[in-house]
């Protein structure tokens, strides 16, 4: 395997853990769980793996790569973020799990084994809608892209229960109360 930057090892760290959490967390718990909402237009637990595992499969790694070989000559291919809803269309958690885990495994291994320095993380692509864009900064995103996800799975679960947690609400942030978590 060929080395790579601190910045890359660390992304590494977090992308690594997400399907592992994800399977920890979400196997074994009954549809309304994987199911619920935080309301109209968002996504429940199980769309969110789905939504990760379409990523996975063409977004982050294939925008790397296209930086890497053709640099802001091609602009990516655009995105469709409710993409899985076709793909995945009917797919119970235990197949998206280890379908995610085996992608995200790949494109890791592909990433590590390209040998990112500090200079090629400058390099720049060009995003359908951002515009330019560098490798440090899609590698950021893919990993913030995760926490952000796993931060919403954790909502939706919580509200689950945002009434019948009674008094204790206050102290409790991950429901969104302006208060809440203060103590």
């Avoid at 090892?9 to 399907?19: F, G, H, I, K, N």
């Avoid at 296209?66 to 797919?91: A, K, M, N, Q, Y």
């Avoid at 197949?95 to 592909?110: C, D, I």
């Avoid at 913030?144 to 008094?167: E, F, N, W």
């Amino acid at each position: 395997m060929a080395a790579s930057t601190p910045e890359v090892r660390e992304a590494v760290e977090v992308l690594s853990s997400t399907p592992e959490m994800l399977d920890l967390w979400l196997s074994g718990l009954s549809a309304p769980w994987l199911n619920a909402r935080e309301g109209d237009g968002t996504y429940s637990p199980l769309e969110v793996v789905a939504h990760l595992t379409d990523n996975e499969e063409v977004d982050w790694m294939p925008r790397l790569e296209i930086v890497l070989e053709f640099g802001e000559s091609r602009p990516f291919t655009p995105f469709h973020r409710d993409g899985f809803r076709t793909r995945f269309d009917g797919w119970e958690l235990e197949r998206l799990l280890p379908r995610f885990a085996s992608t995200r495994a790949a494109n890791l291994g592909r990433l590590e084994g390209l040998g990112l320095r500090a200079r090629d993380l400058d390099r720049t692509g060009m995003h359908p809608a951002l515009g330019r864009v560098t490798i440090r900064q899609l590698l950021a995103g893919w990993v913030v892209h995760d926490l952000t996800h796993l931060a919403q799975i954790a909502r939706v679960l919580a509200k689950r229960y945002r009434h019948a947690v009674g008094p204790w609400r206050e102290y409790m942030g991950v429901l969104g109360d302006r208060e809440a978590g203060k103590h």
